[in-house]
């Protein structure tokens, strides 16, 4: 099995659905490998792109705002999205660009084996937890198979995009989070 960095330099040369055409840079994903939380929100944006990490514009900055809420830095974590690549224009992701793109995620979730897998957004969602309405289920945990073991834990949220324009978003957001150290605690 590659090392988490071999991987990461996989992810940079990938060419396996056409998105890596227009975009300026990859973005693998940043933060630990011996993290118990594992983001994963839809793609990179166009600071993302730019930079080559992950959440780096306006979301970024609020998911740091939550994370130090329950005394987290983005270190501690790791963070990545569903795809590597920027989609032209922000647009949703394709089904066969998801497809040509989660067995990274796969890899790494395998490498870092996280105790909680943090999905940002459906699309975070309809890849692990397929069926659910984030509505319904934000901020409630969800054992079901992982990629290594019968009963994984997930925690689907809120992407954090959608609170930058709504201040009782942020406040729901803010109150989710607290369940990441819960979950944290108890395990
Ligand atoms: N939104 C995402 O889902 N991922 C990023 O990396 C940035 C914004």
Redesign the pocket.
Known sequence: MDSLHQLHERIRTCTACPLYKDAKHA?PGSGSVKAEVFFI?????RF?DLQGE??V?A??KFLNVMLASIGLERSDVFIT?VLKHRPPKNREPKPSEIKACTPYLTEQLKIIKPKVIVL??RHAMGFFLPGLTISQVHGKPQYAKGIWSKDQLYLPLY?P?AALYNPNMKKVHLEDFKKIAELLKKK
């Open positions: 973005v929100g839809e793609a990179p944006g993302e992950p959440f514009g979301a970024g999205s940002l957004g992407h995009a």
